[in-house]
């Protein structure tokens, strides 16, 4: 088994799942400071795992073997799971094969005392000396330092997380948070500089790219206006938010490159006609500094422009950078690219994993069913998708997958309360 510079060990409920998932997207994104390489001989830190465990569960034997394989331990905390069988036996665990000092704890909700397991607090006994020569024993309850994202709702802990990450960064690389965030700081100052040169450059460059579709549509008055005004809202989506983009990245091309992509994958969820006008082969071609979301966009608009060798390639980039389901994800993305036409199925929900009795209850979907159609709605991304569930949650609605049954995908109809559906599951 690869060795993990963390792994994340958390009771599976969906707060605690998003929560956990978030802290491997912010760690994993971070990109470090390239003068604080010079503060560690080896710097490791993106390696990093989810362990979720069932309430009222003992870990298995597999993930006792993930945590030997781990440098740290991050332990999401709440005062509803404090005395979780299998939180309590993870911590104990690698307390005695790494030492309590690799184990981070991440609080979620509640006050320490009632959130954090027995076994992160101390008692330590000093003995002190009055001026007379009599002595006193004083016990003392010392609880660890964790990272807290306390907040109101999920949504804000999330944002929490976002900026607390260069704490849990620091003590990966085992350097102190103040000489790190010294180094960030430093670097989002240099990074202001660029974004003032860009605030000129970068309207003019996507101007360009949008005159370019406006001028394609003109001559089409029944969809100029909605081209256009298409157009203005995503030049207004970039300005807001591409300072975020750049604020931890030393090259500035790679940004610009992902506004125009995040540019065309919205185009393409608005059926736009006018991508293959475009020249965007060589922005499409696969870079190593690309991300899961800008790998995975460039397979879907590969896939939507007929580009299948292309597509299954960028399919194959992204599954390499997923947590769960990567081989099962890579195989049948190959399957999905080849045999289905983009405008009968724009878009697909690989079903990663899936509990045995939740397929029962969701009509025998399985690992592997790719999920095209719900309710006779046929979503063009992800958002469609949860937006249409969402609004049907307890509602019986046929979904339409394909399944892999001798190396052909098999169209079938179950029918499923969204309720019910709880799974991993990877966009395609």
Not at 10 to 33: G, H, M, Q
Not at 89 to 108: C, D, M, S
Not at 232 to 241: H, I, Q, R, W
């Amino acid at each position: 088994m690869e060795f993990l510079d963390y792994c994340i060990c958390f009771v599976d409920e969906a707060a605690n799942r998003i929560l956990a998932e978030k802290l491997i997207s912010e760690i994993s994104t971070y990109a470090l400071p390239k003068k604080a390489h010079s503060l560690t001989d080896e710097v490791k830190y993106k390696s990093g795992r989810l362990l979720p465990v069932k309430d009222e569960t003992q870990l298995a034997n597999g993930q006792l073997n993930i945590l030997s394989n781990c440098r740290w331990l991050l332990v999401v905390c709440n005062d509803k799971d404090r005395n979780s069988p299998g939180i309590r036996q993870a911590i104990n665990y690698f307390t005695a094969i790494r030492g309590k000092e690799y184990i981070l704890p991440v609080l979620y909700s509640g006050e320490p005392q009632s959130a954090f397991p027995p076994e992160f607090f101390e008692t330590r006994k000093s003995i002190i000396t009055f001026s007379d020569g009599t002595t006193q024993e004083i016990t003392e309850i010392v609880e660890p330092l964790a990272i807290d994202v306390r907040a109101k709702s999920i949504k804000a802990s999330l944002t929490h997380l976002h900026h607390t990450r260069i704490k849990i960064v620091a003590a990966l690389i085992g350097v102190s948070y103040d000489t790190l965030a010294q180094r960030h700081d430093k670097r989002i100052r240099q990074r202001l500089k660029t974004i003032a040169l860009l605030v000129i450059l970068l309207p003019l460059l996507l101007g360009s790219f949008f005159t370019f579709l406006w001028f394609n549509s003109k001559h089409k008055t029944d969809i100029a206006i909605e081209k256009t005004q298409l157009s203005k809202d995503l030049l207004a989506d970039m300005c807001e938010n591409y300072p975020l983009i750049f604020q931890d990245t030393p090259e500035i091309q790679p940004y610009v490159n992902s506004l125009l992509v995040n540019s065309l994958e919205k185009l393409r969820i608005a059926e736009s006609e006018y991508i293959p006008l475009l020249p965007v082969d060589d922005l499409l071609l696969p870079e190593a500094d690309d991300d899961l979301n800008q790998s995975r966009n460039k397979a879907k608009i590969l896939r939507y422009l007929g580009k299948k060798k292309d597509a299954v390639n960028a399919y194959k980039i992204t599954a390499s950078m997923l947590e769960e389901g990567s081989e099962l994800y890579s195989m049948l993305s190959e399957f999905f690219t080849n045999d289905t036409d983009p405008k009968v199925y724009p878009s697909g929900i690989l079903v990663a994993e899936i509990e045995e009795e939740v397929s029962i209850v969701c009509d025998g979907l399985q690992a592997g069913d790719i999920i095209v159609e719900t309710g006779g709605f046929k979503f063009r991304d992800l958002g469609q998708y949860e937006a249409y569930l969402n609004s049907r949650i307890n509602k019986n609605i046929k979904f339409t997958v394909l399944r892999l049954e001798n190396n052909e995908l098999l169209r079938m109809t179950l029918l499923i309360r969204p309720a019910n559906l709880t799974y991993i599951a990877e966009e395609m």
